[in-house]
């Protein structure tokens, strides 16, 4: 297997992949699972979802340490939503994962007398990502006469987003060194009244595991994980009624509503380059997807072939999350594939200074049924129009809500046919964004968010 990892550090997936299926035919039963993992990366590194879902439940199958076997199974759960899935077929699995905590021991209920509410967010890492776009104000911005606040790393890495949450919450634990239990144990001793976890099935699921012992008398998932865990463990799950859309049966937590879930707060790198950037005079009307490749399916990329065969010299530009050549070579076999005219579509790997691509592109077709989240966002703060799709469930609604908090509700579809239309009669008519300042007031969606805990915590 060092050979296979050697090509996966080299980004040669397909090599790797070629390799692996080869070794899966004399493997020792103990080490299978291993081999599934790197192939689950291949896969992720070929922006194949389907392949990376199946590796990680194969991985999940054949892992004999229940510690494993969860966080293969969250890597599975999480994969299935870059796929077409049906909202029972996904609670199902969900069920299933939460199987796997029935022989855990959660500590014994304990109730504290805190003058303040101490609210303890735990997540994989407190580094500047697409989530910390949305939940840095509850933890630099908070009622520090009602609330105490600390945040919990799992990693021990930092950059000055870390170094914000440090100087901001009340105190700060890297338990990048210790078990789940020693960690779930640690945070009782303090006293939490709450519990938030942010990472949910991200990362291999590890805040659950730490959640499954119940180290708080109330836990809370949301902001950082887009759909229920499944687990027993976590009591409500914090969203809005425009993406529950009727489906709380599908969630093992129960709901607490807001009135908008979403606030989109830009960073530093963010500011400046809306403020530098300027618009480029383009002959072509160009329209754009700079969401993580996974996220391209082969109904988008229909989609996208009607919408360029009907719009005469316009063009495409893709832009990956990840800086993956494998990717970029991946996303062009699949376009040739798709029929669409490689002369009409620019594909780029990702870049941290991606942002003045914004000014190339006049429309940005969102992907589905997995939409784009912090990308969403940040094209509309960047008022660059966003076409959407929506769906029905909850993980496939969020980037239309985005634009309903932002009084964007008219770029949002609910079918195929829509889309496509609506591409083409937007090319014909474009018209610039004027989008309300709802979806970035993050002053009172730090007071609702808090006020609601505090009804939680009453009412309990």
């Known amino acids: 297997m060092l050979t296979s990892k050697k090509f996966l550090v080299n980004n040669l997936p397909d090599k790797a992949l070629e390799r692996l299926k080869k070794i899966l035919l004399t493997v020792n039963p103990d080490e299978e699972w291993k081999v599934h993992e790197l192939i689950g990366v291949a896969f992720h590194d070929l922006c194949d979802a389907e392949g990376a879902v199946q590796a990680s439940l194969n991985a999940a199958k054949t892992d004999t340490i229940l510690r494993d076997q969860r966080r293969h199974f969250s890597n599975y759960l999480f994969a299935l939503h870059y796929l077409n899935i049906d909202a029972e077929f996904l609670f199902e699995n969900e069920k299933i994962y939460n199987s796997l905590y029935r022989d855990t021991e959660i500590f014994p209920e304990k109730i504290f007398s805190n003058k303040k509410i101490h609210v303890a967010y735990i997540a994989p890492n407190f580094l500047d990502s697409s989530a910390a776009r949305f939940y840095e104000p509850l933890l630099t911005s908070y009622d520090r006469e009602k609330f105490y606040v600390t945040a919990w790393s799992l990693s021990n890495l930092e950059d000055e987003f870390t170094k914000k949450i440090r100087k901001n919450v009340d105190k700060y634990f890297d338990v990048s060194e210790i078990s789940f239990e020693e960690i779930a144990q640690k945070i009782r001793d303090n006293d939490a009244d709450i519990f938030f976890d942010l990472g949910g099935h991200t990362e291999g699921g590890e805040t659950l595991q730490i959640a499954a012992y119940k180290p708080a008398r109330i836990q809370i998932s949301g902001i950082g994980y887009f759909d229920t865990t499944g687990l027993d463990a976590i009591d409500f799950y914090i969203t809005d009624n425009f993406l529950v859309n009727g489906c709380e049966k599908y969630f093992t937590e129960k709901i607490l509503t807001m009135e908008n879930i979403f606030s989109f707060k830009p960073n530093e790198k963010m500011i400046q380059s809306k403020n530098n950037l300027k618009q480029i005079n383009h002959e072509n009307f160009t329209f754009g997807c700079l969401n993580n490749f996974m996220k391209i399916t082969d109904e988008y990329l229909i989609c996208v072939k009607k919408i360029l065969d009907s719009v ?91 634009l309903r908090i932002a009084d964007l509700k008219n770029f949002i579809v609910t079918n195929v046919d829509d889309y496509i239309n609506f591409a083409i009669n937007f090319s014909k008519n474009p018209v610039k964004i004027s989008s309300s300042k709802n979806l970035f007031d993050t002053k009172n969606f730090v007071t609702n968010f808090y006020n609601l805990l505090e009804e939680v915590i009453n009412f309990d």
């Open 312 to 402: 005469p010299n316009s063009k495409m530009i893709f832009r990956d999350t990840t800086p993956l050549k494998s990717r970029q070579i991946a996303l062009t076999e699949k376009i040739k594939f798709a029929d669409i005219p490689i002369n009409r579509v620019e594909i780029f790997c990702g870049r941290d200074d991606f942002f003045d691509d914004y000014a190339q592109i006049d429309l940005i077709l969102d992907t589905f049924p997995y939409t784009g989240g912090m990308m969403t966002a940040l094209a509309i703060y960047m008022d660059v129009p966003v076409l959407n799709l929506c769906g029905k469930i909850h993980s496939q609604r969020l980037g239309a809500d985005m």
